[in-house]
């Protein structure tokens, strides 16, 4: 059994000028498609900003962690691999600010 869990960090445009970021939403889904359709919701409607509330949700850097569950002789054991993702329209220099601070 696999899940996938999202967790970073969303950039945006602040009210009343300026850029930068604040904690995502976290996202968990049984496949990898709903979570991306979930994350791309949020980004779309701002909801992915963790109450901060931008004017402008740009995009977002995500943490996925993919959770692989198998069970052996009545136990069972986990594997869990990460990759980072960007959603969102994101300029390369917004892409490093993120970089550079997401601290997972």
């Known amino acids: 059994m696999r899940k996938y869990k999202a967790t970073g960090l969303v950039y945006g ?4 000028g300026g850029e930068g970021s604040f904690k995502a939403e976290n996202y968990e ?9 979930m994350i791309n919701k949020g980004v779309d409607n701002g909801s992915i900003d963790s109450g901060m509330g931008y004017q402008e949700v740009l995009g ?15 136990k069972e054991y986990q594997r869990s691999e990460w990759e980072q993702e ?12 993120l970089m550079d601070n997401i601290g997972f």
Do not use: C, H, P, R
């Open 13 to 16: 445009k602040y009210w009343g």
């Open 29 to 37: 889904a049984k496949t990898k498609k709903t979570l991306d359709k």
């Open 86 to 97: 960007f959603y969102g329209d994101l300029s390369e220099k917004q892409q490093d600010f």
């Open 60 to 74: 977002v850097l995500m943490d996925v962690e993919t959770i692989e569950t198998i069970e052996k002789n009545g």
